[in-house]
């Protein structure tokens, strides 16, 4: 009985780490469609949300839910000002520049916080006390009940926005074929900037709702920015249930391993999904196949 | 004078300047930098090829370098093999598991391979750290033997100067060599199009792999000689940000080019040297480098010269 009430509670922890991928994927998948572009810096706005809200908790003493609200908006004009100092200018560049490009930033990006707050971690109070909560013989904090709110609130939100609103319908447009977009009048430039203040948005939450949970230091983003991008390969990069699911799948699959098997060998585990899935099916378990055009 | 002739004057000025410079420098703890700068253009040198050349990038390289200094470690230190016998089996090791994985992962393009090879970099660097029992875990491995030559055994700073950079020269005249023979046209014509050299007949597919193992098999001896000539090693330095650090030299310099890929290695070996504040400020640096380099610069450093003589060239014509 003690076994299955561990792995509850492996499963429990995975499915809340799980929910964090899935909403860095959505980052990683927003801004690839728009601009076919992987944000290697993805991971580093996860690092600033946390970051940013203990530095405006903390050095200004504002309530916590100001402090969010600032560290989601500074996040953001940081993702804006990465689009047009560095993405905008490079129209036509290849891959291998962008590549290199939003490496350039995320690492700038990490420095820039290191020498700001320093290389120590930094713990963000929970939202509503740590007062476990005992579910089915596992425990549970009040931090998780929020991640999972939070994570379906954001999801559910984007879906909204994308299936209804004029941007969200603008931005699918620009996906599906941006030259079309533009024909019918659509700008384009809008709608790549706007995915990246909405991926920055959304990256800069998954790192504050964690960061009571993990710690947060300047380094973080990287390890959090893969696993989110490799959530986003198992759902295929799209901005759908399937980076949710593959979010979720990672987490406990991740969590399970390091139960089960090895603590140490945690962090392989998302690795070793991701080159399996990208040598296998590099289109994802729930992307449709793609041919490619020359 | 052909470009063959141009290309051997060269190599043997720059020849002649490696080797006397240590003369100039005895006893200067500069020397020591020189040998680190000699293995860092190894590595950028093979790196260059596949990225330079074959347009494959590559965030991964620190792991066959750290795979090469592991294996040389482990065998000298657990199985008293003779260090060279450690370093061919070390290359060979390598250049097999490279020649491998080469396939899988190099089917893959642009971004997709630059998270798979940055993925297989940290799955190679959780290894180096947790198996304790090999590696000696995140506390790294000491007591790795210095290479020998019957009775001359490479344990000071001038030995080390010649013997790494005898090998770093014998990687620059391969490379060179490489770059100017049919396969180097070959590889160019991956990095322009690569439906268009499959049209052309090259077996494109195969020849991706076969840079990606030579690549990673000179990285792999670059471990080696570093983990000969530091008689220590430890996973930090073969992580994530060592193989960007690899990358950024690479780009410095000038994409394809050899001597560039050397300036690159030269100038992030000197720099924190140089400034001591660097310490703090190194990844800040190299982030903006990267950035401004890519977007103003994308010839790097040697293109960039070349850009200045045409022009000058131009100026005085007319």
């Known amino acids: ?294 | 004078m052909t470009k063959e002739q141009r290309d051997i004057l060269i190599f043997t000025a720059f020849g002649l300047v490696v080797l006397v410079t240590p003369l100039l420098l005895q006893g200067n703890y500069l020397l020591n930098v020189f040998v680190f700068i000699g293995i860092n253009t190894m590595l950028a040198v093979a790196l260059n090829l596949l990225l330079g050349f074959a347009g494959q990038i590559s965030l991964g390289h620190a792991a066959f370098f750290g795979l090469g200094a592991y294996i040389s470690g482990i065998l000298t230190t657990r199985y008293a093999i003779d260090p060279w016998m450690a370093m061919v089996a070390a290359a060979v090791c390598v250049g097999v598991m490279a020649f491998i994985i080469g396939f899988p992962i190099l089917k893959l393009k642009g971004h997709y391979l630059a998270m798979a090879t940055l993925g297989f970099g940290i799955i190679m660097y959780i290894v180096f750290n947790e198996t304790v029992a090999w590696t000696g875990g995140p506390s790294g491995m000491s007591g790795i033997p210095n290479l020998a030559l019957g009775p001359l055994i490479f344990d000071s700073d001038m030995t080390n100067y010649y013997l790494i950079w005898v090998f770093t020269l014998l990687t620059m005249l391969l490379s060179i060599n490489l770059a100017n023979s049919r396969i180097g046209r070959a590889l160019r014509a991956i990095h322009d199009s690569e439906v268009a050299a499959r049209v052309m007949g090259v077996n494109v597919r195969l020849l991706k792999v076969q840079i990606f193992t030579v690549s990673a098999l000179i990285s792999a001896l670059a471990g080696s000689f570093y983990a000969h000539t530091m008689t220590f090693i430890a996973p930090a330095s073969f992580g994530f940000n060592f193989s960007v650090e690899l990358v950024t030299m690479v780009i410095i310099g000038g994409l394809g080019s050899i001597y560039g890929s050397f300036l690159g290695a030269a100038i992030l070996t000197l720099l924190p040297e140089f400034l001591r504040v660097f310490h703090d400020f190194d990844i800040v640096i190299y982030g903006l480098l990267l950035i401004v380099m890519t977007m103003f610069m994308p010839g790097g450093l040697i293109g960039g010269f070349e850009a200045l003589a045409a022009a000058i060239k131009r100026r005085k014509e007319a």
């Open chain 1, 1 to 294: 009985m003690e076994n299955s009430d561990q792995i509850i509670q492996y499963i429990l922890s995975g499915l809340s780490n799980g929910s964090i991928y899935a909403l860095i994927g959505f980052g990683f998948a927003i801004i690839y469609n728009a601009t076919g572009i992987i944000n290697f810096a993805q991971g580093e706005f996860v690092m600033l949300g946390g970051m940013l809200t203990i530095f405006f908790l903390n050095v200004f003493q504002l309530p916590l839910i100001t402090s969010i609200v600032l560290a989601v908006a500074v996040a953001t004009a940081v993702g804006v000002v990465f689009e047009r100092l560095a993405i905008r200018p490079l129209k036509n560049a290849s891959p291998l520049s962008l590549v290199i490009i939003t490496i350039g930033a995320s690492i700038l990006i990490r420095g820039a916080a290191m020498l700001v707050w320093g290389k120590d971690t930094h713990a963000l109070p929970a939202f509503s006390g740590n007062d476990p909560l005992y579910l089915m013989g596992a425990t549970m904090l009040p931090q998780n009940l929020w991640i999972f709110a939070l994570t379906a609130v954001i999801i559910m939100a984007s879906k909204l926005f994308f299936q209804y609103s004029i941007f969200g319908k603008a931005m699918r447009a620009c996906a599906f074929n941006s030259q079309a977009a533009s024909l019918v009048g659509i700008s384009v430039k809008t709608m790549v900037l706007l995915s990246f203040m909405i991926s920055s948005a959304i990256g800069s939450l998954a790192g504050i709702i964690i960061a009571p949970l993990t710690m947060t230091s300047y380094d973080m983003g990287i390890m959090l920015g893969l696993k989110g991008f490799c959530a986003a390969i198992i759902g295929g990069m799209s901005s759908g249930l399937g980076t949710v699911i593959g979010g979720l799948l990672l987490g406990i699959l991740e969590s399970l391993g390091a139960g089960l098997i090895s603590s140490g060998y945690k962090d392989a585990i998302a690795f070793i999904i991701l080159l399996l899935i990208l040598f296998l099916r590099p289109e994802g378990v729930f992307g449709k196949k793609e041919t490619e055009r020359v």
